[in-house]
């Protein structure tokens, strides 16, 4: 699951986790199933912000996810060293919710089957 972390500003929100799963698709459904779906208010905020360390290429893979899918614009940032010494860019991702909705229509996994409830028995000795 990926955590999502406003910022103090009510326009962007930070994406985290990408590094978990094994491709974009996968973090875009999830990121619907935790932030919008079912949530009457669908914190619907203009940018969205991701990074990534360059040599793992997750955050390469959803940039260009995004851009091919034409599910917003996507801009990115040269590289930089971190403290860690990982080389590491960011990309900020302006959605465009329309598009967004219809490809999670699209891509949605089923729910899962409704088992049925059986009755409770109970047996008196």
Known sequence: MQ???PLKCCG???????????DPKKALLDMHANLWAGNKYKRRVPFILFTG??????GQALAAF??????????ASEERK?????TIRVWIWSPD??????WYKEHEPPAPPVLPVLP???ETL
């Open 120 to 122: 409770v028995v109970k």
């Open 66 to 75: 995004l851009v091919e899918n034409r599910l917003g614009t996507v801009l």
């Open 3 to 5: 955590d999502f972390y």
């Open 53 to 58: 360390d360059v040599n793992r290429y997750y």
């Open 82 to 86: 971190n403290w860690t010494e990982n």
């Open 97 to 102: 919710y329309e598009k967004l909705e219809a």
């Open 12 to 22: 962007v929100m930070e994406l985290d986790g990408l590094h978990f799963f094994p």
